[in-house]
Protein backbone atom coordinates (compact mmCIF):
# COMPACT_ATOMS: atom_id res chain seq x y z
CA UNK A 1 0.00 0.00 0.00
CA UNK A 2 1.13 3.52 -1.05
CA UNK A 3 1.73 5.22 2.68
CA UNK A 4 1.44 8.63 0.90
CA UNK A 5 -1.46 8.28 -0.64
CA UNK A 6 -3.58 10.18 1.94
CA UNK A 7 -0.50 11.99 3.16
CA UNK A 8 -0.46 15.70 3.59
CA UNK A 9 2.60 15.21 0.99
CA UNK A 10 0.07 14.01 -1.76
CA UNK A 11 -1.86 17.53 -1.42
CA UNK A 12 -1.50 19.55 -4.39
CA UNK A 13 -0.82 22.82 -2.10
CA UNK A 14 2.12 21.18 0.12
CA UNK A 15 3.77 20.41 -3.35
CA UNK A 16 3.51 23.55 -4.62
CA UNK A 17 4.58 25.13 -1.40
CA UNK A 18 7.88 22.95 -0.93
CA UNK A 19 8.84 24.02 -4.41
CA UNK A 20 7.97 27.60 -3.13
CA UNK A 21 10.41 26.50 -0.12
CA UNK A 22 13.00 26.02 -2.39
CA UNK A 23 12.93 29.28 -4.18
CA UNK A 24 12.75 30.72 -0.96
CA UNK A 25 15.96 28.81 -0.15
CA UNK A 26 17.81 29.46 -3.35
CA UNK A 27 17.19 33.45 -2.69
CA UNK A 28 18.42 32.76 1.16
CA UNK A 29 22.08 31.67 -0.96
CA UNK A 30 22.00 34.75 -3.07
CA UNK A 31 22.25 36.97 0.19
CA UNK A 32 25.34 39.07 0.99
CA UNK A 33 27.28 38.24 3.53
CA UNK A 34 25.76 40.67 6.00
CA UNK A 35 22.36 39.24 6.27
CA UNK A 36 23.30 35.75 6.88
CA UNK A 37 21.98 36.12 10.30
CA UNK A 38 19.12 38.27 9.64
CA UNK A 39 17.04 37.94 6.39
CA UNK A 40 18.82 35.08 5.78
CA UNK A 41 17.78 32.98 8.36
CA UNK A 42 14.54 34.96 8.69
CA UNK A 43 13.86 33.55 4.73
CA UNK A 44 14.52 30.32 5.69
CA UNK A 45 12.69 30.16 9.25
CA UNK A 46 9.80 31.37 7.28
CA UNK A 47 10.26 29.09 4.10
CA UNK A 48 9.91 26.14 6.78
CA UNK A 49 6.90 27.02 8.75
CA UNK A 50 4.56 27.89 4.96
CA UNK A 51 5.10 23.64 4.99
CA UNK A 52 5.50 22.77 8.65
CA UNK A 53 1.57 24.76 9.08
CA UNK A 54 0.28 22.52 6.33
CA UNK A 55 1.39 19.33 6.88
CA UNK A 56 0.63 20.15 10.74
CA UNK A 57 -2.77 21.10 10.26
CA UNK A 58 -3.56 17.63 7.77
CA UNK A 59 -2.44 15.69 10.71
CA UNK A 60 -5.77 17.56 12.75
CA UNK A 61 -8.64 15.67 13.21
CA UNK A 62 -11.00 18.49 13.02
CA UNK A 63 -11.80 20.43 9.89
CA UNK A 64 -11.16 23.97 11.59
CA UNK A 65 -8.29 23.03 13.35
CA UNK A 66 -6.73 21.92 9.92
CA UNK A 67 -7.67 25.35 8.64
CA UNK A 68 -6.41 27.46 11.46
CA UNK A 69 -3.21 26.01 10.41
CA UNK A 70 -3.62 26.60 7.01
CA UNK A 71 -4.38 30.23 7.97
CA UNK A 72 -1.38 30.24 9.65
CA UNK A 73 0.87 28.86 6.36
CA UNK A 74 -0.79 31.92 4.67
CA UNK A 75 0.41 34.36 6.37
CA UNK A 76 4.02 32.88 6.64
CA UNK A 77 3.46 32.92 2.78
CA UNK A 78 2.48 37.18 3.23
CA UNK A 79 5.75 37.27 5.37
CA UNK A 80 7.75 35.91 3.03
CA UNK A 81 6.52 38.37 0.37
CA UNK A 82 7.81 41.31 2.54
CA UNK A 83 10.99 39.34 2.78
CA UNK A 84 11.53 39.40 -0.67
CA UNK A 85 10.01 42.98 -0.80
CA UNK A 86 13.40 43.99 1.00
CA UNK A 87 15.35 42.09 -1.10
CA UNK A 88 13.79 44.16 -4.11
CA UNK A 89 14.13 47.87 -2.04
CA UNK A 90 18.13 46.63 -0.93
CA UNK A 91 18.44 45.19 -4.96
CA UNK A 92 20.32 42.15 -3.66
CA UNK A 93 18.88 40.20 -6.72
CA UNK A 94 17.32 41.22 -10.10
CA UNK A 95 14.29 43.07 -9.78
CA UNK A 96 12.57 40.11 -12.39
CA UNK A 97 13.65 37.04 -10.74
CA UNK A 98 12.39 38.34 -7.33
CA UNK A 99 8.96 39.78 -8.97
CA UNK A 100 8.48 36.43 -9.72
CA UNK A 101 9.05 34.74 -6.72
CA UNK A 102 6.54 37.31 -5.41
CA UNK A 103 4.14 36.12 -7.80
CA UNK A 104 4.11 32.33 -7.16
CA UNK A 105 4.23 33.22 -3.51
CA UNK A 106 0.72 35.07 -4.40
CA UNK A 107 -0.54 32.14 -6.62
CA UNK A 108 0.58 29.79 -3.57
CA UNK A 109 -1.87 32.11 -1.23
CA UNK A 110 -4.85 31.41 -3.96
CA UNK A 111 -3.88 27.51 -3.64
CA UNK A 112 -3.91 27.75 0.21
CA UNK A 113 -7.27 29.80 0.17
CA UNK A 114 -9.15 27.21 -2.01
CA UNK A 115 -8.04 24.22 0.07
CA UNK A 116 -9.74 26.19 2.68
CA UNK A 117 -12.79 26.97 0.93
CA UNK A 118 -12.47 23.25 0.39
CA UNK A 119 -12.11 21.98 3.49
CA UNK A 120 -15.07 24.45 4.81
CA UNK A 121 -17.39 22.76 2.20
CA UNK A 122 -16.62 19.32 4.06
CA UNK A 123 -17.14 20.75 7.14
CA UNK A 124 -20.89 22.00 6.49
CA UNK A 125 -21.35 18.75 4.44
CA UNK A 126 -20.60 16.60 7.23
CA UNK A 127 -22.62 19.04 9.96
CA UNK A 128 -25.43 18.50 7.64
CA UNK A 129 -25.36 15.27 6.49
CA UNK A 130 -25.31 15.88 2.72
Same mark, same amino acid.
Given at each position: ???? =?????? @????????????? /??? /?? =? =????????? @???????????? !???????? +?????????? #??????? #? $????????? $??????????????? @?????? #???? =??? +??????????? !??? !? +??
Amino acid at each position: MDET =KYSFES @LEVYKLAVEYRKK /LYE /LA =K =KLPTGEKYN @LCSQLKRVAVSI !TNNIAEGH +GRYHYQENIQ #FLRQSRG #F $VEESIDDIN $VCVDEKYAEYNYLNK @LKEEGY #FLIK =KIN +GYIKYLNKCKI !TRK !T +GD
